[in-house]
């Protein structure tokens, strides 16, 4: 399935963190004859021993390798050529790579997060399709590059500090990439069958699911992204946690290539005037109710609620449409079916509300719509209840976030707020 096993350098091959200034030292210290001598002299001091930086070792890759042998292994890399040479000499001495893009060979400029350097990869190797070749790497940028280039994106976060840095390290957890690893056992897992390792919405979207003998065992992976109100005045900014199923990539030009093939972006908008969704969606919402109250189905215990964020007036209330599937589906699975109780009248927006899509309306202006018009229908309905709220698309976070603060304060004793697809925005932005 994955033709070009595309990898970053610098803190995803190998640690060099200390070698930032070196690195760019490096520029137009090349030439067809190799490195310039002393850069290569003090480049090779200061690495020093090259086996404690390595995140992947040389056995790592030819294991990788072995297991694929048909497929093409590539460097995609902002460092210098200089430095390239060097480094990856002492590190790789025996591994050759089909093609290597650095700094030297993006002569237009479009370095990442633009996707070229990987598209110029695929063609140096006689590849077309970005469907079947993989980016792996540490930061927010190769997560971008990959999306804007149209292929799967791999994060691995081994060279991340105890306090990852907001912009490079939580905003690549953020771009939700189609896998997370620790080693390089788990890209080869993810190379082997990559739909197995996609989030939940997107696995049970694929046709992997259907034969999977470990369905209930497996679960789907959920991923779970702060989202934080706009400051108000001088009171402390809030937060709250939303689960995100999926993705859904939205209509920039920097994200055609990959929303082209990605089959959960096409499923929402398919569905966008739907009363009856793909059952992948119901089994994506029974594993994150089970990964809520994970004895919900057996244990004897007060229901349940489940919900959705309300249409705006004049709008098919497909999200209730879809949340009575999902009742349904689950008195079909479930022994216990009274565990989980379906309520579509919590919450209802006034006859102001705006469209935030139709509209383009900015961050600020989501938040105060949906403060200003939604409200809690009955605060009655919600007092003493554990409630799991639903919406399709998280964008800015506004609608889940006002919705659980308010049913909060109307009583509610709990609310885990699930977004089936977390919007990917203009990636080259």
């Known amino acids: 399935m994955i033709d070009l096993c595309l990898f970053d350098f610098d803190s995803t091959l190998i640690m060099t963190d200390d070698l930032w200034e070196i690195r760019y030292m490096g520029k137009d210290k090349a030439n067809n004859h190799g490195p310039d001598p002393e850069y290569e002299r003090e480049l090779r001091r200061r690495v020093g021993d090259v086996e404690r930086r390595l995140l992947f070792t040389q056995r790592d890759l030819f294991s990788i390798r072995e297991r694929f042998p048909e497929m093409k292994f590539g460097l995609f890399t902002r460092a210098p050529a200089a430095y390239i040479w060097v480094v990856d000499n002492m590190a790789y001495p025996e591994f050759f790579w089909d093609t290597v893009i650095c700094y030297e ?45 149209g292929c799967y994106a791999v994060l691995d976060k081994r060279s991340w500090p105890n306090r990852p840095d907001p912009g490079r390290h939580v905003r690549a957890l953020e771009l939700v990439p189609d896998c997370v690893i620790g080693s390089a056992a788990e890209l080869a897992e993810f190379l082997t069958n990559p739909p197995l390792c996609a989030p939940a919405l997107e696995y049970h979207a694929s046709d992997e699911w259907i034969d999977d003998e470990r369905l209930y065992e497996r679960r789907g992976r959920y991923e779970t992204i702060s989202y934080s109100f706009p400051q108000e005045d001088d009171r402390p900014i809030e937060s709250y946690d939303i ?155 506004a609608s889940l976030m006002h919705a659980k603060a308010k049913l909060e304060a109307a009583g509610a004793k709990s609310v885990h707020l699930l977004a089936l697809a977390k919007n990917i925005s203009d990636v080259l932005k």
């Open 105 to 149: 060979s993006i002569t237009n400029g479009l370095f990442k997060p633009h996707g070229y350097g990987i598209s110029a990869a695929m063609e140096d190797v006689g590849l077309h399709d970005p469907s079947r070749v993989v980016m792996v790497g540490d930061e927010a940028a190769d997560i971008r590059a990959a999306y804007n280039a």
């Open 243 to 397: 689960v995100c199923a999926g993705r859904h990539f939205s209509g920039y030009r920097s994200l055609d290539a990959r929303r082209k093939w990605h089959t959960v972006t096409g499923e929402i908008h398919r569905h966008k005037d739907s009363t009856e969704f793909p059952l992948g969606w119901c089994s994506t919402v029974h594993g994150f109710v089970l990964r809520c109250f994970p004895g919900l189905a057996g244990e004897w215990r007060d229901p349940v609620t489940i919900s959705a964020i309300p249409s705006r007036p004049g709008r098919e209330p497909r999200l209730q449409h879809f949340v009575n599937q999902f009742h349904a589906w689950w008195n079909g699975m479930c022994w216990r079916r009274d565990a989980l109780v379906p309520d579509n009248d919590l919450l209802v927006y006034d006859q102001g509300a705006r469209s935030h899509s139709g509209e383009r309306l900015s961050r600020e202006e989501r938040f105060s719509n949906v403060r200003d018009h939604l409200h809690v229908r009955d605060r009655q309905r919600v007092a003493g209840k554990d409630i799991i709220l639903l919406d399709d698309v998280v964008t800015s976070g």
